[in-house]
């Protein structure tokens, strides 16, 4: 039984920094697609960082420079660290895995998701 659970989120102040947890269980992390996703309210959720199985990566164009993943397999933990945030960050973010191979940014394309946790970034 696939398990994610998000967690890190909190109120910062635009140019700081916050690092978002995910613990999963279920499941071998290199054999499945993984990704950062968040939703704005009203708006579609997106794609923030984003690896397939089969070792493609996508990285948002708004977020290029600013939020690096990492991870922990030992603690079955994946990481996202979110540098320089500015208040257009402010969104739910959710962690997500998929079996196998998926369109990175597909948000139908992943199975299992975390229950999201939210980051708000005030000016």
């Known amino acids: 039984d696939v398990q994610l659970q998000a967690s890190g989120g909190g109120l910062v102040q635009a140019g700081g920094s916050l690092r978002l947890s995910c613990v999963f269980s279920?499941?071998?992390?290199?054999?499945?697609?993984i990704g950062w996703f968040r939703q704005a309210p009203g708006e579609e959720r997106e794609g923030v960082s984003c690896?397939?199985?089969?070792?493609?990566?996508y990285v948002g164009d708004s977020v290029k420079g600013r939020f690096t993943v990492s991870s922990d397999i030992a603690k079955n933990t994946m990481y996202l660290q979110m540098n320089s945030l500015k208040p257009e960050d402010t969104a739910v973010y959710y962690c997500?895995?998929?079996?196998?191979?998926?369109?990175?940014?597909?948000?139908?394309?992943?199975?299992?998701w975390g229950q999201g946790t939210l980051v708000t970034v005030s000016s």
């Open positions: 279920g499941f071998t992390f290199d054999d499945y697609s």
């Open positions: 997500a895995a998929g079996y196998a191979s998926v369109i990175l940014t597909r948000t139908t394309s992943y199975d299992w």
């Open positions: 690896r397939s199985a089969d070792g493609s990566t």
